[in-house]
């Protein structure tokens, strides 16, 4: 049995919003899970992280990744951007639809296709170690309920987000929303203006008749709904509302603190909306952290739960909480140098990127200084 001991942590950020921040100096893994959580704790034969003081987080989640297959991003021409949000801290990914794939089939046969391809391809080879949940179904006029069985037992289980494909108006989308959630899907959906050529235009009274179960990118990919809009879809649903970096930041700024003073925190979710014609942010998800937390009011532990726990409990995985029976996939943070702050925290209050010392993705370490992040005051060392 492989152990890891991480010892000496300052402050540990649990990401679940019910009690976000756990008592405790450290933490130990075995085979990738996490098997306790306590004060002073000590393994035999185990390799020891010492935090020395620093602030420990589950890895972040990004709720909205248009991935096509292995670690490229075509309508950027870029390579190598997902390894880059590693070293921002994200360890798991999961995909709105592999929408900029040049050439992307537009049948049901080949959006069918182009799901399981990537699905199968991310689960068989993670691009830098990054869990990437891909092939998201691109909703396609034509499909009918047994589609979604086929593609059930094929391992796909996202509905990328509605609007992107054919199929855009709620007539047309809420019936095969019920097939998908017959079948164990989860169902995300385009909300605001256009984004890309050939998507459309999507309203609250859209989202509200067709049910999906994340109203993808509440504020704007990047064109956002009025926040009328916004009103009764908080209101009137229960959906994951997700905030994008990519998208409008007064609308994000409006819906966490209304969100706030309506108890509805446990409902946000953090994505890039990345690749997209706004383009690549290695840094996304913890500069919506910082957004929210130094703009917006949010503590920082709980902006860390938007971006790791809830998004973990609206897909249900096993993950983006630092808890006994979860895969260790853990950031160790501290402020950055020239920073206010006087802790990962602190700094995130102040609106700065906390400097990352360590990834670790089901207990390994694969980020040993982070590339893209300001470097920590004090780093974590593996001993």
Same mark, same amino acid.
């Given at each position: 049995?492989?152990?890891?001991?991480?010892?000496?942590?300052?402050?540990?950020?649990?990401?679940?919003?019910?009690?976000?921040?756990?008592?405790?100096?450290?933490?130990?893994?075995?085979?990738?899970?996490?098997?306790?959580?306590?004060?002073?704790?000590?393994?035999?034969?185990?390799?020891?992280?010492?935090?020395?003081?620093?602030?420990?987080?589950?890895?972040?989640?990004?709720?909205?990744?248009?991935?096509?297959?292995?670690?490229?991003?075509?309508?950027?021409?870029?390579?190598?951007?997902?390894?880059?949000?590693?070293?921002?801290?994200?360890?798991?990914?999961?995909?709105?639809?592999?929408?900029?794939?040049?050439?992307? !089939?537009?049948?049901?046969?080949?959006?069918?296709?182009?799901?399981?391809?990537?699905?199968?391809?991310?689960?068989?080879?993670?691009?830098?170690?990054?869990?990437?949940?891909?092939?998201?179904?691109?909703?396609?006029?034509?499909?009918?309920?047994?589609?979604?069985?086929?593609?059930?037992?094929?391992?796909?289980?996202?509905?990328?987000?509605?609007?992107?494909?054919?199929?855009?108006?709620?007539?047309?989308?809420?019936?095969?929303?019920?097939?998908?959630?017959?079948?164990?899907?989860?169902?995300?959906?385009?909300t605001g203006g256009t984004s890309i050529p050939g998507s459309s235009t999507v309203t /609250?009274?859209?989202?509200?008749?067709?049910? !999906?179960?994340?109203?993808?990118?509440?504020?704007?990919?990047?064109?956002?709904?009025?926040?009328?809009?916004?009103?009764?879809?908080?209101?009137?649903?229960?959906?994951?509302?997700?905030?994008?970096?990519?998208?409008?930041?007064?609308?994000?700024?409006?819906?966490?603190?209304?969100?706030?003073?309506?108890?509805?925190?446990?409902?946000?979710?953090?994505?890039?909306?990345? !690749?997209?014609?706004?383009?690549?942010?290695?840094?996304?998800?913890?500069?919506?952290?910082?957004?929210?937390?130094?703009?917006?009011?949010?503590?920082?532990?709980?902006?860390?739960?938007?971006?790791?726990?809830?998004?973990?409990?609206?897909?249900?995985?096993?993950?983006?909480?630092? /808890?006994?029976?979860?895969?260790?996939?853990?950031?160790?943070?501290?402020?950055?140098?020239?920073?206010?702050?006087?802790?990962?925290?602190?700094?995130?209050?102040?609106?700065?990127?906390?400097?990352?010392?360590?990834?670790?993705?089901?207990?390994?370490?694969?980020?040993?200084?982070?590339?893209?992040? !300001?470097?920590?005051?004090?780093?974590?060392?593996?001993?």
């Open positions: 049995m492989k152990k890891t001991l991480i010892k000496h942590i300052g402050t540990i950020g649990s990401g679940d919003i019910s009690c976000p921040i756990l008592e405790g100096n450290s933490i130990l893994i075995e085979d990738g899970i996490i098997t306790a959580i306590g004060t002073d704790l000590a393994a035999d034969d185990a390799v020891v992280i010492d935090a020395n003081g620093t602030t420990a987080t589950p890895g972040l989640i990004d709720s909205h990744v248009h991935t096509t297959i292995g670690d490229f991003a075509p309508r950027q021409k870029t390579m190598d951007f997902i390894s880059s949000a590693l070293h921002g801290g994200v360890t798991t990914m999961i995909s709105a639809g592999e929408c900029h794939l040049p050439g992307r !089939p537009k049948d049901p046969a080949g959006t069918k296709a182009l799901a399981v391809l990537a699905s199968k391809s991310f689960r068989n080879a993670r691009p830098s170690g990054v869990k990437v949940h891909g092939g998201s179904l691109i909703l396609e006029k034509g499909l009918v309920e047994e589609d979604f069985a086929e593609l059930q037992k094929e391992g796909v289980w996202i509905v990328g987000e509605i609007g992107l494909g054919s199929v855009k108006k709620p007539e047309d989308a809420a019936p095969m929303v019920e097939w998908a959630h017959k079948h164990g899907f989860k169902v995300q959906m385009h /609250a009274d859209d989202v509200i008749a067709t049910g !999906p179960d994340v109203v993808s990118h509440i504020n704007g990919g990047p064109t956002a709904i009025s926040l009328a809009e916004v009103d009764r879809i908080m209101d009137e649903t229960p959906f994951a509302l997700e905030i994008v970096q990519c998208g409008n930041p007064k609308v994000a700024d409006y819906v966490a603190k209304r969100a706030a003073k309506k108890d509805m925190l446990g409902r946000v979710i953090f994505g890039n909306d990345a !690749p997209s014609g706004t383009g690549l942010i290695p840094l996304g998800i913890l500069r919506n952290i910082c957004q929210l937390s130094s703009i917006s009011n949010i503590p920082p532990e709980i902006a860390i739960c938007m971006a790791s726990g809830n998004t973990a409990n609206v897909y249900n995985l096993n993950t983006g909480i630092i /808890a006994v029976g979860k895969e260790a996939d853990l950031i160790l943070m501290d402020a950055p140098m020239g920073s206010v702050g006087t802790s990962a925290f602190e700094a995130i209050e102040a609106g700065d990127i906390p400097g990352i010392s360590m990834v670790l993705i089901d207990g390994e370490i694969l980020v040993n200084k982070s590339r893209n992040t !300001p470097p920590a005051v004090t780093p974590a060392v593996k001993c």
